[in-house]
């Protein structure tokens, strides 16, 4: 059923859809105005029935096809980050606050607090901004703390170096960490908990914000800054990914990557919209708001189970159709 309701509402007409020409897929905008929360839209995910889940500024954001609602922490807080295990289980997390949300037959959820379970102390004044969700473990980051889950207990553990955490990501069954001083750590999760073994520090990374790692082949990823350029490599030896799109990346600012499906690359920008490559990093097309987005400002990027790519903005949810081709 909801695969049904999904097909007929992309093509219901209270969407928004945008066609340009020779330049984009089809995109459709969600005005922000008219959804219930707020305009920023942080991190994305999908549960196995279709229902799409954005980290919103106002709460949780649940979009079932047809209908929007969001479900709010207890002290109305942020949610920054999201993420849905196989029991269909929404994990969140904000400023003093991460749990899960329980979902019933119909969608509607209800909200079991982790946190609770630490002392002020330790959890009020964290802001989670990521979390990685594993087969039987989750783990919740804040830029000085991993709080570990495994659906028993809730372990408090702090990284090596005592460093700040600026980035934890998940690169194809792998998970890493950067902290402060550049220090590149691989995490090795299991249920039993969290071993830390230090890369290195790559010079090419030094002082250069660090907001994303893809995989790139079988030996090397891209490691992809802010406003310094994507470099590409193992993690230790590092050289840069030279190619003509990234001039605009010092201007604009790299903020969201992703590697999509079928090895092509999605770039979100901080002020220019968002540029997708072929895996070789030659540019497909750019979207920003002369194109059809509703803002030029992305703060989450996330691909679907239709291959749709979803574009949490600054101000609003734009989606475009990765399945049809260059009009």
Known sequence: VM????STCLCCSLFILHLYG???PNLTNWIYEDLPAQHQNWKIAQSSDHRMYFANSNGLL?????????????????VRAVGIDSQENVFTAGYGEFGFWSPDDIG?????????????EQISSEEIWQLEVGDSWVVFQSFATLFFYDYKDLT????????SISLIQEVNGRYFLLQQGDILVELKISPKGIEFQEIGQPKALAQRNLVGILPFNEKEWLFCTARNGIFRGDGITLKPWNHDFQKDFPRYELNRVLRLENGDFAFG???NGVYITDSTGNKRF???QSKG????TVLSLYQDRQQHLWMGLDKGIDMVDLNTSLQ
Do not use: C, R
């Open 293 to 296: 987005l509703q803002n030029n």
């Open 269 to 271: 920008t901080i002020l």
């Open 108 to 120: 509607a959820l209800t909200y079991h607090s982790l946190s609770q379970q630490l002392t002020p």
């Open 62 to 78: 649940q979009f079932d096809g047809q209908h929007w609602t969001v479900f709010s922490l207890p002290q109305k807080q942020i």
């Open 3 to 6: 695969m049904k309701v999904w």
């Open 286 to 288: 750019h979207l920003n």
């Open 156 to 163: 408090i553990i702090t990284p090596p170096n005592g460093g």
């Open 22 to 24: 020779q330049e984009v």
